[in-house]
Structure formats: C-alpha cells, structure tokens
C-alpha cells in the first residue's frame, strides 16, 4: 500500500510557477513508477508528467514539455512537479499517482495503470 498526500496547490498569475509535492509514505516510491495528472472543471482526468522507479526515465504530455519538470527525491519519500510559464488553461485539480506494479519497466499514461492516489491539490492560474 502506498499512501500520498499532494501539497503546494494555490492561485498564481498567469507565467508564474509553483511547484507541487507528493509525499508518500507506506511504501517507498524507489519501488514504483510515479505519475502527476490533471482534472479540469468538468473535464477527464488527464495524464500530465511520469517518472520512473529509478528516477532515469520522464515521460510529459506535449502541452507541459518544456514547461513542467518531474523529479523525486527517495531520501525524502516524494514525488515534486516544477509548473513554470503557468497558463490560464493549466487550471485543474493536480493529483499524483503510484503505479499499480512494483518495479515497471516503461512508463505509463493511462489512469488504471495507476493504483494509488493521492486526494488532489488545487492549481489556479489567473489571466
């Protein structure tokens, strides 16, 4: 079982950053491939940034690559999602997610992949 609660969420003006936290506890995110998604008002859930269990492999959805950074630190147990150049349409509840196999090789954006979820932090970017 793996337990994650996300932090960092808040308003931001539009082309200013946040970063988002996921701190795991449970189980070790060494152990899994870890995943950031996204859900707007009244929209699907949706894939944003993956990392792997060793921290070698990213994975982004084209609409944050070069924007958004994943990256973990395993001496802290947590999962971080750097936002930079924020955009009105980045607006959405961000949720973080462990991987329902230990040790996966490849990294996956479909949501059943994922077993483990956190209760969501809320990002809003204001034009």
């Known amino acids: 079982q793996v337990h994650l609660v996300e932090s960092g969420g808040e308003l931001v003006q539009a082309g200013g950053s946040l970063r988002l936290s996921c701190a795991a506890s449970?189980?070790?995110?060494?152990?899994?491939?870890m995943g950031w998604f996204r859900q707007a008002p009244g929209k699907e859930r949706e894939f944003v940034a993956a990392?792997?269990?060793?921290?070698?492999?990213?994975d982004y959805v084209d609409s944050v690559k070069g924007r958004f950074t994943i990256s973990s630190d395993n001496a802290k147990n947590t999962v971080y999602l750097q936002m930079n150049s924020l955009k009105p349409e980045d607006t959405a509840d961000y949720y973080c997610?462990?991987?329902?196999?230990?040790?996966?090789?490849?990294?996956?954006?479909?949501?059943?992949?994922?077993?483990?979820w956190g209760q969501g932090a809320q990002v809003s970017v204001s034009s």
């Open positions: 990392i792997s269990w060793n921290g070698r492999g990213t």
């Open positions: 449970g189980s070790t995110i060494s152990m899994y491939n």
């Open positions: 997610a462990a991987d329902r196999l230990r040790g996966r090789i490849g990294l996956k954006r479909a949501r059943y992949e994922y077993a483990y």
